[in-house]
DNA sequence: ACTGTCGTGGGTAACGTTGCCCAAATGTTT
DNA sequence: AAACATTTGGGCAACGTTACCCACGACAGT
């Protein structure tokens, strides 16, 4: 039985006077600085080791870095942000960064609110994914702290972006449609309740990237649109909204997996059958959508990727934070699966 | 276009010239410590207001509280610990406390880095979900700072725990498949790859009721473990074996939902029906399980309510690190659902 | 009028780290 | 041999906040 005693927690000084050095010495040590002899290394790294001595990230924000990176998602929920996150982190294994995740972030409110308290904590940089914030606000935190920006399609000389071309992958999912023979094609939206910068937003442009691809295909007269939330219950709702249209559509295209189960639900419940009835697309490829019960035809936008590029461009912005802005995109695929099939004949 | 001027941070010292009062009053305003006048007090919180001063935690964390908290998760990816962390956010809600989640802890090493990281950063309190340390360095970790710790049925002078009574929840299980009239009941475990303190690890302890309460039905004969991990491939290669033997189970029971979801898809693959040919039952009632296409019989926690007790407890342990340590212990529910029915005849 | 007590406010020294500067010793060039 | 550059190490003052003290005036009870 241990008696807990609160132990005095070990310092730098600590560590100075057990190697014989000066503090200076030892924090030149910790950060490589120049000016330390390999003797000199060697004994504070012994006496590092021997005392057990971790450096105080409080104390060292006081002074500027933390090497605390920030990493905020909407939604926790949401299956496709754990692939980002594992981006993230993979690319950051071996660096000093620790990455902290602030969860729930409903509404620009609690957004900004949570945005603030990493500022607060002195971290050394965010990564922010589909933030709902006003441009203006976004362009001021990122004159406040290092800014990478996942999902906008935006362009700012302060803050890089990543984002994943939601043009092209809601037309992937049009092009796969129209070529089985659809030609009512119904989509699920996402529609904040405070509208502000809308047309940044990945959903919004997913919602006019299948627009533009419905008048490509010449079936403008066709296009209908469902406002709801990339949730199972925005899903669910939306769907039986389509399904209860005098014209039914053949297809539902909605703008995230988790909405596209929601859509399977309510399309089960009316006795529908997919994709014999109807054929249901989602967008994310989550790992939802590969389990082999649902195996739902979706649009892959490489979440690990855009993590990895995100800790990336967040690493060379902390680095310099004046070098020009980047903007990268990629390319989404799509994964065709067995919830979309052919239009019933007649 | 604004210039992106770097602002210096205001501090307490511009809100104390500018409310012509001294550094201390507003550190006491903000605490809301003893010693403040009301024309004091409305004094320095209109300053606040109109220079927009925020604290810094950083300068905070040196002088001792931080208002943050951290959240160690083991596996963002299964959709059980979002609902943890929604209960534990959703508590804190109306407190000045700041939640903070350590993603990515494969691992004995990995949690043991990420227990030190949150220490560093001088938070002041952190929950543990699950965690795969040894007894004895949990211990050591709850003398540094305050620690609630979910799921790990262990019992400790100086930190709390929340937990759910997995021996009860593995006997629902068992007992609901039983009354149905199945025998061949076959349980699916998570074994970790470093064996330390096991018996204390919710898994173990899931495996242990599936034990004893085939040992109470009379069928300790037909008790038959697999040692995978609460994963979607564990699932699955378990399951396999299982439908692999000379006498195939009549029923799975996976100590994971997501475990679960991966035993479904080797028994379609299979080529047999669920729950004609086999039962399957699963632990946490995720969200997928109330998936109607899926429809999953599994035994629910009550994830939100666990949160919020850890966020409860600690809060108190916060306020006073010398009080009595608390046990929670929260009786599980089964929630019967599709993929369980009567074995096939014969 | 004299002692306490209370309410109100401020001065000051930490907390642990790092960036800037300077000093001494050593090496290199003219 | 003198002048100069380079390496090696340390002293010191912040960074922003808070806990601990003390000072002052007002007021009550002797």
Chains 1, 2 share one sequence.
Not at 172 to 188: C, E, F, K, T
Request: charged share 20%; glycine share 8%.
């Amino acid at each position: 039985m241990t008696r807990p005693v609160q132990h005095r927690r070990v310092t730098i000084v600590d560590v100075a006077r057990h190697a014989q050095v000066s503090t200076t010495a030892v924090s030149k040590v910790l950060r490589n600085a120049y000016g330390t002899s390999p003797s000199m290394r060697e004994k504070v790294h012994q006496a590092i080791a021997e005392l057990g001595y971790r450096p105080s990230a409080a104390a060292r924000g006081l002074r500027g870095q933390t090497y605390t990176l920030g990493v905020m998602v909407p939604d926790i929920a949401n299956p496709f942000f754990p692939e980002v996150l594992d981006g993230v982190t993979s690319w950051l294994r071996d660096t000093d960064y620790q990455v902290l995740l602030a969860p729930g972030c409903a509404g620009e409110l609690a957004e900004a609110k949570t945005i603030d308290s990493m500022i607060d904590r002195s971290m050394d940089g965010i990564i922010l994914i589909a933030p709902v914030s006003p441009r203006a606000h976004l362009e001021h935190v990122a004159g406040t702290i290092a800014t990478v920006i996942v999902g906008r399609h935006a362009r700012s000389t302060i803050f890089d972006t990543v984002a994943d071309d939601d043009i092209a992958g809601a037309a992937l999912v049009v092009d796969h449609l129209v070529s089985l023979g659809h030609r009512r094609i119904a989509h699920i939206e996402h529609l904040e309740t405070e509208p502000s910068c809308i047309e940044e937003m990945p959903n919004m442009v997913r919602a006019e990237g299948y627009r533009r691809a419905m008048r490509r295909h010449g079936l403008q007269a066709e296009i209908d649109v469902v406002s709801r939330t990339y949730t199972r219950e925005g899903g669910f709702t939306g769907a039986r909204e389509l399904l209860d249209r005098p014209r039914r559509p053949t297809a539902i295209f909605a703008g995230a997996d988790i909405a596209a189960m929601g859509a399977l639900e309510a399309v089960a419940q009316a006795g529908l059958s997919v994709p014999g009835d109807i054929s249901v697309a989602g967008y994310d490829n989550t790992p939802f959508a590969t389990f082999s019960q649902v195996s739902l035809t979706s649009v892959d936008q490489a979440g690990r990727q855009i993590g990895a590029d995100a800790a990336r461009l967040l690493l060379e912005r902390i680095a310099d934070r004046a070098r020009r802005s980047a903007q990268i995109t990629l390319s989404p695929t799509l994964v065709v699966r067995g919830t979309t099939g052919p239009p019933p004949a007649g």
